[in-house]
């Protein structure tokens, strides 16, 4: 069973940053995407960032140039470090772990920001 846990949500003033971190844990296999989705009230769930334990990244493009993701496979974490926020990030931000087989979400956390 893998069980993945976010925090670093909160409330911020446009323009300032928040970092969000997750910690996977359980039987993971080596080869996965981890990343970070997010969604509005009203709205579906859409992507943010991802990167594979590769090393490849994906961004929408709403966030790029302003948010970095980055991960550490050793220790099955992934972390996104958001600037210059706009009150349209406002969302609840959730967690990934996708495998071939598999798709892991976290709890989600709360990023509020206000203009």
């Known amino acids: 069973q893998v069980q993945l846990v976010d925090s670093g949500g909160g409330l911020v003033q446009a323009g300032g940053s928040l970092r969000l971190s997750c910690a996977a844990s359980?039987?993971?296999?080596?080869?996965?995407?981890m990343g970070w989705y997010r969604q509005a009230p009203g709205k579906w769930r859409e992507l943010v960032a991802t990167?594979?334990?590769?090393?490849?990244?994906n961004y929408a493009d709403s966030v790029k140039d302003r948010f970095t993701i980055s991960r550490d496979n050793a220790k099955n974490t992934v972390d996104l470090q958001m600037n210059n926020l706009k009150p349209e990030d406002t969302a609840v931000y959730y967690c990934?772990?996708?495998?071939?087989?598999?798709?892991?979400w976290g709890q989600g956390t709360q990023v509020t920001v206000s203009s």
């Open positions: 990934n772990l996708q495998t071939r087989s598999a798709d892991y």
């Open positions: 359980g039987s993971i296999f080596s080869i996965n995407v």
């Open positions: 990167m594979s334990s590769g090393g490849n990244t």
